[in-house]
């Protein structure tokens, strides 16, 4: 059976499972996966240059904000 995200081994009970891509240059786009739902990606097109980062709930796993900071312009 596949596991959550794409991950090698299951989380164990009452843990979020999650998976983050760092990426590479401009050729492949950063990913962040959350309980086997991506929440940020190229393909949905909310990701940016700098750092990417999702907010979620840690109590019930909602997703509250996505947003991206460009490190390099300041």
């Known amino acids: 059976p596949q596991n959550k995200c794409g991950n090698q081994k299951s989380c164990p009970q009452n ?33 940016g240059r700098g750092l990417n980062i999702a907010l979620v709930n840690g109590t019930t796993g909602q997703l509250l904000k996505t947003d991206s900071f460009d490190m390099y312009s300041g």
């Not at 979020?16 to 990426?23: L, N, P, V």
């Open 15 to 47: 843990y979020f499972a999650f998976k983050i891509i760092s990426g590479a240059a401009n050729v492949v786009g950063p990913s962040i996966c959350f309980e086997d739902l991506v929440l940020m990606s190229s393909v949905k097109n909310n990701i």
